[in-house]
């Protein structure tokens, strides 16, 4: 079993920057994909970034390219999720997931990850 708790989420004002960061404990997940996750009030949870184990393969959603950025430190076996340039509609709640995902597997798809965290909200004012 692998436990994820998400940390770092909050109230920020458009513009600014905010790092939430996902931190797995049990078993080990530094063979797993990490993703992250977003779900807003009244829509349906979206894919946001990924990570394959070693960090050398990143993907991202159109909506965040180029303003957010997933990393992870597996000394630590946490994985961050930086965002700059916030706007009023990323406001969600931010989820942290880890998948096996094998080759040809979507990241993009949210039953590929088997572990997920309960979510920290980040909020974004206009």
């Known amino acids: 079993q692998v436990q994820l708790v998400e940390s770092g989420g909050g109230l920020v004002q458009a513009g600014g920057s905010l790092r939430v960061s996902c931190t797995a404990s049990?078993?080990?997940?530094?063979?797993?994909?990490m993703g992250w996750f977003r779900q807003a009030p009244g829509k349906e949870r979206e894919f946001v970034a990924a990570?394959?184990?070693?960090?050398?393969?990143?993907v991202y959603a159109g909506s965040v390219k180029g303003r957010f950025t997933i990393s992870r430190d597996n000394a630590k076996a946490t994985v961050y999720l930086q965002m700059n340039s916030l706007k009023p509609e990323d406001t969600a709640v931010y989820y942290c997931?880890?998948?096996?995902?094998?080759?040809?597997?979507?990241?993009?798809?949210?039953?590929?990850?088997?572990?997920w965290g309960q979510g920290t909200q980040v909020t974004v004012s206009s």
């Open positions: 997931a880890a998948g096996r995902l094998r080759f040809g597997d979507s990241k993009q798809n949210l039953r590929n990850y088997e572990y």
């Open positions: 049990g078993r080990t997940v530094s063979n797993y994909y």
């Open positions: 990570i394959n184990w070693s960090g050398g393969s990143t």
